[in-house]
T-cell receptor
Framework: DAGVIQSPRHEVTEMGQEVTLRCKPI?????LFWYRQTMMRGLELLIY????????DSGMPEDRFSAKMPNASFSTLKIQPSEPRDSAVYFC?????????????FGQGTRLTVV | AQSVSQHNHHVILSEAASLELGCNYS??????LFWYVQYPGQHLQLLLK??????LVKGIKGFEAEFIKSKFSFNLRKPSVQWSDTAEYFC???????????FGKGTRLHILP
């Protein structure tokens, strides 16, 4: 398996624009997590899905952020409108607790810069 | 509230020094415990994990961690660090009842050559 795949790897956008980050989890994994990493706040859990259903979105900073998982092999994180303080590295991770191994496998991340 | 605390935000050591990074969690249910490492510019990678059995687990690159259930702790250790261990280390806890993983805020480890 190629692992968790995120795209794009880097995104530079202007304030006010819509940004969409994409994630393809490892095939067969049924849990998917979106994290945001900044110097100031460290690694923050934004939202996680189980079997394509959002379970906990309490970490989503505000209404400008939304996430979807239309099927087991794809998820998006959208920011509309984007602001400079959204600049961060966004990681997607997946896991399969049912396999007896609950570790999360991380993608390479998307480095977002909002200017 | 569920949380994972890493005591040290930034640790600086010389090569060959011994390392111990603290991690405590607050959760009363069944847990699985992890340490992840993030090398500069890279994504998080699993260093070691505890599910059950021997509370002393050994991971890659000479790292080990001990689960002390009574203290809700899972400290990471290495007897002799190397310059290549410079990275950020994250403790993570999988909470069985809630089926989610929570990470600590990380500890930046800087090894002086």
């Amino acid at each position: 398996d190629a692992g968790v795949i995120q795209s794009p790897r880097h995104e530079v956008t202007e304030m006010g624009q819509e940004v969409t980050l994409r994630c393809k989890p490892i095939s067969g994994h049924n849990s998917l997590f979106w994290y945001r990493q900044t110097m100031m706040r460290g690694l923050e859990l934004l939202i996680y899905f189980n079997n394509n259903v959002p379970i906990d979105d309490s970490g989503m900073p505000e209404d400008r952020f939304s996430a979807k998982m239309p099927n087991a092999s794809f998820s998006t994180l959208k920011i509309q409108p984007s602001e400079p303080r959204d600049s961060a590295v966004y990681f997607c991770a997946s896991s399969w607790p049912g396999q007896g191994s609950t570790e999360a496998f991380f993608g390479q991340g998307t480095r977002l810069t909002v200017v | 509230a569920q949380s994972v605390s890493q005591h040290n935000h930034h640790v600086i050591l010389s090569e060959a020094a011994s390392l111990e990074l603290g991690c405590n969690y607050s959760y009363g249910g069944t847990v699985n415990l992890f340490w992840y490492v993030q090398y500069p510019g890279q994504h998080l990678q699993l260093l070691l994990k505890y599910f059950s059995g021997d509370p002393l687990v050994k991971g890659i690159k000479g790292f080990e961690a001990e689960f002390i259930k009574s203290k809700f702790s899972f400290n990471l250790r290495k007897p002799s660090v190397q310059w290549s261990d410079t990275a950020e280390y994250f403790c993570a806890v999988y909470m069985n009842r809630d089926d989610k993983i929570i990470f600590g805020k990380g500890t930046r480890l800087h090894i002086l050559p």
